[in-house]
């Protein structure tokens, strides 16, 4: 089972080497299987056809993207004061918009346009995405008990809003030298910090 689940995460390396090259018109199942040198019928052993591989290859991809080592928000549900909660937060989110990071927001941003025309590539994300930020809502809902976040805001839909924040910040990536992405970084903390902070 081992070396099943260990050629299965080649042929998705490899896939994913393709679609980084060439987006999904350079996947080619006879590219794949001369890459790892094995016969391109044996991938359909993985994988019912060359959509399922793509989808596959897109699924681990954007979670590749996602759980790569950083400071993660969930560490704020350790915190014992509400300044140090803020600052676990911040330090999260300077994390996610560092430059070397754009690539991993480039990615999940192409992994969620091809999913507006694959639903079955939308429900794995969607799966992805809840898994990943429900981590992130706990943290909030930690916040909110320590009375350090406002209780009228809902946990699951502030972590998807966070979300969208850091992917969004590709927009202006994008159009280079139009953007101060210092300026852009202190709105975008600012904001998620004001938004969170309990009136008390």
């Given amino acids: 089972m081992a070396e099943e689940q260990s050629t299965r995460t080649q042929i998705l390396e490899a896939t994913i080497a393709l679609l980084k090259r060439g987006g999904e018109s350079a996947v080619k199942v006879c590219l794949v299987a001369d890459e790892l040198g094995i016969a391109a019928p ?3 052993h993985h ?16 979670w590749q993207c996602l ?3 950083g400071v993660s928000p969930e560490l704020a ?16 989110i300077q994390w996610s918009y560092q430059a070397s990071r ?7 941003m192409a992994v969620l346009g091809a999913a507006q025309n694959d639903p079955l590539l939308a429900s794995e994300i969607n799966s ?14 930690y916040g909110q008990k320590k009375g350090w976040v406002r209780s009228d805001i809902d946990p699951m839909a502030l972590a998807y809003w966070a979300h969208g924040q850091i992917i969004g910040r590709v927009v202006a990536e994008m159009d280079k030298g139009v953007v101060d992405f210092a300026e852009w970084d ?6 998620m910090i004001g938004v969170i902070r309990s009136r008390k």
């Fill in 42 to 44: 044996s991938l359909y």
């Fill in 47 to 62: 994988f019912a056809n060359r959509s399922g591989l793509i989808r596959a290859a897109y699924v681990e991809w954007y």
């Fill in 128 to 141: 992805v995405n809840r898994n990943f930020l429900n981590g992130v809502a706990q943290s909030i809902t």
């Fill in 67 to 69: 759980r790569v080592d």
């Fill in 77 to 92: 549900a350790v915190a014992e004061t509400q300044d140090q909660y803020e600052g676990m937060l911040r330090a999260s």
């Fill in 102 to 108: 754009h690539e991993a927001r480039s990615v999940r």
């Fill in 186 to 191: 202190k709105i975008s903390l600012d904001a």
